[in-house]
């Protein structure tokens, strides 16, 4: 899902660059959260409140509660869009686009290609962040794109062809985005 194809050298890049990843695995546990919120509506309609009306409701809360967080939790993280402009770089996660975020190239001090992202360096799946690394978009191991930003902070989005991706801003960058380096 990119409107990019192999091009001249010499050739100018697309005005939109898209790219995604996604991570099929997340649909498993999205399985699994319904399950548990399944489980949850069987216990209320199904059971016979005879062993008390608290542990019961605890139950069916509990189960629909797990079920809502996972299910939701992993529908958000199941693949990520990032899309480049001549103004900025987005990012949205899941099906509905959140978490978003937009970054003005103008914040954008360079683009490296990092061949090894993994959920473990970042404490799992997700919307990530770490003192000591940075902030990240992490839906699947492997490569990905760092941004360094003028702030000094650098946020990590994992995104298949991210080597496109930073070509593409380094290009950007060169062309002048007001307050990028040269």
Known sequence: MRDHHPRDEN?????????RATNRFQWLLALIGAACMALGIELAVDSAW???VAPLV?????CIAAGLLVLFGT???VHVDLKLDKECVEIRCGHIGLPRRRIPLSHVAGADFEPHVTPRHWGGWGYRWRPEKGTAVVVRRGEGLVLRLWDGHTFTITVDDAEAAVRVIRDRLRQGTPGAAH
């Not at 050739?11 to 790219?19: C, R, S, T």
């Open 58 to 62: 605890m139950s069916v809360v509990g």
């Open 11 to 19: 050739a100018p890049y697309p005005d939109v660059w898209h790219g």
């Open 75 to 77: 529908l958000a993280f």
């Open 50 to 52: 005879t062993s008390g």
